[in-house]
T-cell receptor
Framework: GQQVMQIPQYQHVQEGEDFTTYCNSSTTLSNIQWYKQRPGGHPVFLIQLVKSGEVKKQKRLTFQFGEAKKNSSLHITATQTTDVGTYFCAGSYGSGNTGKLIFGQGTTLQVKP | DARVTQTPRHKVTEMGQEVTMRCQPILGHNTVFWYRQTMMQGLELLAYFRNRAPLDDSGMPKDRFSAEMPDATLATLKIQPSEPRDSAVYFC????????????FGAGTRLSVL
């Protein structure tokens, strides 16, 4: 079935270091989204990637969508303590436009000040 | 500031009791999702609705869980009878269900079944 795998599950970094989380699907995605969940909070939408090879930036965050539309990554440059949380990728399949997303297991980021 | 509203925020109950969680989606959204989040299983999709019609509830234990949308402004998730393994955070999310299928999550209901 449709499944989105995300690695690593956990990442501890020193403040100022970079961080990357990876997302992989066995089948082609129609689009992929990224969400952030702060500790004790709820997932909040960050960005959506639709086009093959697309790269988008939000300040220190860089999001990429693979050429084959089967993988994606989120890279944070020079992490800050405010980056702490769990980052989820969520894939959409097909063109049915049901709105359904398949979420990865998430990568929990800890940042040591 | 439009948001998804979930009630209650916290619920502690005893095994065997009925639990009802409510969700008010963002006005105008036509798609509503129920998720369960645990440390072990992550974010699991339980059920979702489009234009109030259930599209998929395959992620939901049918014998004890039920999800409904009595009207466009209210979605409910019921567990009867509740069991300790149901302890989790339950999130409701809503969206437009289009190509830009962004989901907006509520703050969640933290359920503890003793």
């Amino acid at each position: 079935g449709q499944q989105v795998m995300q690695i690593p599950q956990y990442q501890h970094v020193q403040e100022g270091e970079d961080f990357t989380t990876y997302c992989n699907s066995s089948t082609t995605l129609s689009n992929i989204q990224w969400y952030k969940q702060r500790p004790g909070g709820h997932p909040v939408f960050l960005i959506q990637l639709v086009k093959s090879g697309e790269v988008k930036k939000q300040k220190r965050l860089t999001f990429q969508f693979g050429e084959a539309k089967k993988n994606s990554s989120l890279h944070i440059t020079a992490t800050q303590t405010t980056d702490v949380g769990t980052y989820f990728c969520a894939g959409s399949y097909g063109s049915g436009n049901t709105g359904k997303l398949i979420f990865g297991q998430g990568t929990t980021l800890q940042v040591k000040p | 500031d439009a948001r998804v509203t979930q009630t209650p925020r916290h619920k502690v109950t005893e095994m065997g009791q009925e639990v009802t969680m409510r969700c008010q989606p963002i006005l105008g959204h036509n798609t509503v999702f129920w998720y369960r989040q645990t440390m072990m299983q992550g974010l699991e999709l339980l059920a979702y609705f489009r234009n109030r019609a259930p599209l998929d509830d395959s992620g939901m234990p049918k014998d004890r869980f039920s999800a409904e949308m009595p009207d466009a402004t209210l979605a409910t998730l019921k567990i009867q009878p509740s069991e300790p393994r149901d302890s989790a955070v339950y999130f409701c999310a809503s969206g437009w269900g289009r190509v830009e299928n962004i989901q907006y999550f509520g703050a969640g209901t933290r359920l503890s079944v003793l």
